[in-house]
């Protein structure tokens, strides 16, 4: 019988990946969170990577058609980068798929987005980076989108000062950590909503208001349930250094 996965559930934090000697580490509780509720997001920081990366004999035949890509990109903080993704990418998305990993194969999709090719058909892979973190996420039950960024970053440097005056009207009379929040669920999400700030539930489901909210937008808690086929978000901070913003979007049934 195939698992229930239900809707309204707030997404736990990213399972954190120590680096390369941790490779079997989060895994099977990735796929016990894929069992119950369709979606796992990972996440490391890339420098315990650095010499795993530098050494071994495996890396080229794991990046397979991005070995080129791998070779061409300049920076050695980008190299590394890129390798540690690769990696964990295809870690998750063979946990989600139950499939060797070395038959995994990556590709990117029209909106510049990582898609999985071959066996990966119905299930969806997200990435996101910021300084040395990397986020990877799978979903076997519809869209999945991540977008990560520094936890003290200057609210109004997020998106550039590209915002409609009155929009970034409307964001300046929200508190401090919910403005936080919202413009991270603006990045994160595909298609941006207007500024009206967003509902915020407990796990639970019950609405919260006040102090309560902002406690729970200061510890990662913060989850806003949409429609059915729509777009859900969840913000959590990692390692008390960043945010990870999480949107999901149900697969629509037949």
């Known amino acids: 019988m195939a698992p229930a996965h239900p809707a309204a559930h707030a997404p736990a934090p990213p399972l954190y990946l120590q680096g390369p000697e941790g490779l ?12 119950d509720t369709g979606r796992a997001v990972v996440c490391t920081t890339w420098g315990p990577w650095l010499t795993a990366v530098l050494l071994d004999p495996g890396l080229r035949p794991l990046l397979g058609d991005d070995w080129p890509r791998f070779r061409r990109t300049p920076a050695a903080a980008g190299r590394i980068r890129f390798a540690v993704s690769r990696y964990v990418m295809k870690y998750a998305a063979a946990t989600a798929l139950d499939v060797p990993v070395h038959t995994v194969e990556l590709g990117v999709g029209p909106d510049g ?10 299930v969806e892979i997200a990435l996101a980076h910021t300084g040395e973190l990397i986020v990877v996420g799978v979903s076997r039950t519809g869209g999945i989108r991540l977008h990560a960024q520094p936890a003290d970053l200057d609210p109004h440097r997020l998106l550039g000062g590209h915002l409609p005056a009155q929009e970034a009207a409307a964001l300046d009379e929200l508190p401090a950590t919910e403005r936080r929040t919202h413009l991270l669920r603006l990045l994160t999400l595909p298609t941006a909503p207007t500024t009206t700030a967003p509902t915020t539930t407990a796990q639970d489901g019950a609405t919260q208001d006040g102090a309560a909210r902002d406690r729970a937008a200061r510890d990662g808690a913060v989850f806003a349930q949409e429609a059915a ?3 859900s978000f969840t913000a959590h901070l990692v390692q ?9 979007r149900p697969r629509t049934r037949p």
Do not use: N
């Not at 099977?28 to 894929?34: K, N, P, Q, T, V």
């Open 113 to 122: 987005h990582p898609v999985l090719r071959g066996p990966g058909t119905g």
């Open 24 to 35: 079997e580490g989060p895994w099977d509780e990735a796929g016990d969170r894929l069992e």
């Open 240 to 248: 008390d250094r960043y945010l990870v913003g999480e949107a999901h």
């Open 229 to 231: 086929g729509e777009w």
